[in-house]
């Protein structure tokens, strides 16, 4: 029988930098080459979209994303594992015990006192 061929896809790993898009990521992917002239380590960095059907990626994990088919105008990747998940920063500050809420500010102008 023929077996359906299954080619190497390009595998790259980043930090997603965006992810307001419908099932859509930003990952940022960051390499390091030398330069041709200097000979010095340079950081180059791009920014790849990448199709996440399940929307569990977050700002600023780190994922593994894969080729795939043309997905629309600039997604040609797809999500295949988030590594690691980052820290989630929480604004509730009732979790700490400081009260918020709806406070009247005195106003500084001059006319009002």
Known sequence: ??????GNKNEKVGSVVGNKMA???VVEV???????????IVRKRKKFYAH?????????DVVRIIECRPLSKLKRWQLK???RKAVQVTTDLSSIGIQTGPEKRESKKKGKQ
């Open 1 to 6: 029988m023929a077996e359906p061929k299954q």
């Open 23 to 25: 099932k859509t990521i």
């Open 30 to 40: 960051i390499r390091r080459v030398p330069h041709p002239v200097y000979k010095r």
């Open 52 to 60: 996440d059907e399940k929307q569990v990626a977050n700002v600023g």
């Open 81 to 83: 594992e988030v590594i």
